[in-house]
């Protein structure tokens, strides 16, 4: 057996099966022989080889189990997550968004919303405000009333690009 790689499991898989090979063909079952200082029969030999073999048979059976198995259930995924968000459903509008029902389907029930307490409900409003205005956040109708203004000239440089020469806002004073 002249293995390449003899820390290769795959390797001394294929070594067991030719040396079964050998020793089915060639070994008499009750003719003695003496391997590595021990006397086997041929039978013997027959046997440790084939136990080996099983061993290293079995890990690769399971492990080709193992990847079928997984590529099934990848494969399943999506149904099942689109099944149980239909199941979350169904159980929501049969018992309840709150109901502790949900928890036995494995879903958690929504929690009640607290209301604020008035002065935490005015630090709330005022927080917002302040936040709007410091970024500059308008509300729809003020939208409406933001627009650019309408640019005097366009030139177009070598490159292509555009660029819009706007006039200075009304009322605003020119360099002179």
Avoid: C
Wanted: without cysteine.
């Amino acid at each position: 057996m002249a293995s390449k790689n003899e820390s290769n499991p795959g390797q001394v898989e294929e070594d067991l099966q030719e040396g079964l090979k050998g020793a089915q063909a060639l070994l008499q079952s009750t003719q003695s022989y003496v391997l590595g200082g021990i006397s086997y029969t041929g039978l013997q030999v027959v046997q440790l080889l084939t136990a080996w073999l099983a061993l290293f048979t079995a890990y690769t059976s399971a492990k080709s189990a193992a990847k079928t198995a997984l590529s099934l259930r990848q494969a399943s995924e999506p149904s099942a997550r689109a099944f149980l968000k239909v199941l979350h459903a169904f159980a929501v509008a049969q018992y309840g968004a709150t109901s502790e029902n949900l928890r036995l389907f494995g879903f958690e029930p929504e929690k009640p919303r607290k209301s604020l307490s008035a002065e935490k409900q005015v630090i709330k409003n005022v927080k917002s405000k302040q936040t709007r205005e410091e970024r500059g956040t308008l509300g729809p109708n003020q939208k409406k009333s933001v627009t650019a203004a309408t640019p005097s000239a366009v030139t177009i440089n070598e490159n292509g690009e555009a660029q819009a020469v706007t006039p200075p806002p009304s009322g605003a004073k020119t360099g002179t």
